[in-house]
């Protein structure tokens, strides 16, 4: 029996869809139940239901062979798993967004002269300026990456949610989130000031499982393959 | 002072039982290796950083326990055995006759984030072969690992076998620079078949190249899998690595062991450093590898002694989850007499080779 480990919340009914259009069916009541555990009709399957970010945990420990996670949640637990497939649903952007028409790092023109207009109000809250940009995410290591990357020193605040609040009562400077249509952010006042990466729904599978239990997860990589080839041609 | 607990992160204590399980699984592996004449090596367990800098794959430097002495020599805390036994062979060893068969069994310390399996300071087993360049040395090392998981009655054991010239053939087949190449890795490394092929449509590689490169994250199978290989690959690398391991298979089917071979020419990791085979083994139901090895023929020479190199290790902790508990292990104290007479009883009976329990 292969175990899937899918999140809790918005992916969980496309997971179940989708398995179900590769044959992997679960009870109709599975995302509305408060069960954690089910069985397929089939018995070949048992789906465990986990906090997104705890998917990849899951995976790479073997406790589940395969799972469904979004890219964004992969990167940033950097577990060693192996990912096979883009299941093409849950597109959105990982990005960098702050107040309309910021720059999204700090360049050394606007290190003095944004800090000179913010300095007041900041000094109101009580912030002294700040030479290194401040960043509120929930992503930090993906988000230490991209700076990293880029040579720009940044002071990372981690935060678990409500992100957007970050920027407007001046916790931060900017934030590193995930944006699916940019309603959110425009009702906050910010906007995409750069993508990061793309993130969308990936198949996981279990390094070791993939080797010792390769015909079951084979049969699952493909049979799902199918699926994405077919609903992307239509 | 306030007294401490807790024990740092990534470490562990094995009391009684799970110390007596530890010692019975290292006395039986070291057993079979002594049945193919490897002798032990105990190696310190520091040395200087650059020992471990010219890199056994122990992962990134930042994960090797650095400190440095009362001289200013840069120390470290050995993150794996191989750097330090391939120096003694390299030096001390240089003009003792070949082949040099050692094993060895510790820990080795290393600075990762514990979890995965991994733990900060780990038990290893393994044995080095120096001196043999051809199939002989592989299929020996094969062999006893092989014998490890039997004598260990692990039922569900596979070895993936793989070779680095087989990847290392087709890359030095495409000229692209180094981040495209990396790229590359990446999505081989965690079989993502739809950016590596998004990838590959982008990339100014001809049809040839693009087309294994697509079919290499799947090529993990019999030996079927090599048939399929040669129609894709025509470099000598590839093609000679292909021969190799056509070749140990053939060794494995003509001792009925085939079952527990794969050819594996999709793992990419370890490309780096080892310079021939190289190969994992797994258990069905452990989410991680339990031994890992391989070839690696330059390493000697860095020590100043050009030596073909073969060996692998097993990981005691990942084998501890896996082996039954009643393994060689018996329950200390059964047969142990309680004495509550005197001092003079217990000796007696000592003497006698009887375990005693003082209860006086």
């Known amino acids: ?234 | 002072m306030k007294a401490y607990t807790q024990i740092p992160p990534g470490t562990q204590i094995l009391i009684g039982r799970a110390a007596r399980r530890r010692r019975g699984l290292e006395r039986a592996i070291s057993s079979v290796f002594e049945g193919w004449s490897y002798e032990e090596i105990i190696p310190p367990i520091f040395d200087y950083y650059d020992v471990f800098a010219k890199g056994m794959g122990a992962g990134p430097e930042e994960q090797i326990y650095r400190f440095i002495d009362r001289e200013g020599n840069i120390l470290a805390l050995r993150p794996e055995f191989t750097s330090l036994v391939a120096k003694t062979v390299a030096t001390r060893l240089a003009s003792s006759p070949k082949p040099i068969r050692l094993f060895y069994s510790g820990e080795v310390l290393r600075f990762e984030k514990p979890k995965g399996g991994r733990q900060r300071e780990f038990a290893q087993i393994g044995i080095e072969h120096y001196g043999g360049a051809g199939k002989t040395a592989d299929v020996e090392i094969l062999l006893i690992a092989v014998e490890t998981f039997q004598r260990l009655g692990v039922q569900d054991f596979q070895i993936n076998l793989g070779s680095v010239d087989f990847f290392g053939g087709i890359v030095d087949r495409i000229e692209l620079p180094p981040e495209q190449v990396a790229e590359l890795k990446d999505f081989l490394n965690v079989k993502d078949q739809s950016g590596l092929d998004s990838l590959l449509q982008k990339l100014p590689l001809a049809d040839r190249r693009k087309k294994i490169l697509r079919a290499l994250p799947h090529l993990t199978g019999g030996k079927s899998v090599i048939q399929e290989a040669r129609e894709l690959v025509k470099n000598s690398r590839s093609v000679e690595a292909l021969d190799h391991l056509e070749e140990i298979y053939s060794i494995f089917e003509h001792l009925n062991l085939e079952r527990r071979l794969t050819i594996d020419l999709a793992e990419i990791r370890g490309f780096d450093y080892y310079t021939g085979i190289l190969f994992r083994a797994y258990v069905r139901d452990l989410g991680f590898e339990v031994a890992l090895g391989g070839r690696y023929d330059g390493l000697p020479a860095t020590f100043g002694e050009d030596l073909p190199a073969v060996g692998f290790a097993f990981s005691l902790d990942r084998l501890e989850q896996i082996v039954t508990p009643t393994l060689d292990v018996s329950e200390n104290g059964s047969t142990s007499v309680q004495v509550d007479k005197s001092f003079e009883k217990a000796l007696e009976l000592r003497r006698a080779g009887k375990a005693v329990k003082l209860c006086l």
């Not at chain 1, 069985?39 to 990849?56: I, M, T």
């Not at chain 1, 993906?142 to 949610?161: C, F, K, Q, W």
């Not at chain 1, 009702?187 to 969308?200: C, R």
């Open chain 1, 1 to 234: 029996m292969l175990v899937i480990a899918l999140c809790k919340g918005r992916f969980l009914e496309p997971s179940l869809a989708m398995l179900a259009r590769a044959d992997v069916r679960f009870p109709e009541d599975a995302a509305s139940s408060r069960k954690l555990i089910f069985d397929s009709e089939d018995r070949r399957f048992r789906v465990v239901l986990v906090k997104p970010a705890d998917v990849p945990t899951y995976v790479e420990y073997g406790a589940a062979d395969a799972g469904i996670a979004g890219r964004d949640v992969i990167m940033e637990s950097r577990a060693d798993i192996l990912q096979p497939l883009d299941l093409n649903f849950g597109h959105c952007k990982i990005a960098v967004a702050g107040k309309p028409g910021e720059n999204p790092s700090l360049t050394s023109e606007f290190e003095f002269s944004e800090l000179q207009e913010n300095s007041n109000s900041l000094v109101r809250l009580g912030f002294s300026p700040r030479a290194t940009v401040r960043v509120a995410t929930k992503y930090p290591r993906i988000t230490m990456d991209y700076y990293n990357a880029r040579s720009i020193p940044v002071e990372i605040i981690p935060l678990s949610g409500s992100i957007e609040l970050a920027p407007l009562i001046g916790l931060a400077d900017r934030i590193v989130d995930v944006v699916e249509t940019g309603q959110t952010l425009r009702e906050n006042g910010l906007e995409v000031l750069e993508v990061i990466a793309e993130s969308s729904a990936r198949l996981l599978i279990n390094r070791a499982g993939y080797q010792t239990k390769r015909e079951d997860v084979r049969g699952l990589i493909q049979a799902l393959e199918k699926v994405v080839r077919c609903e992307s041609s239509i």
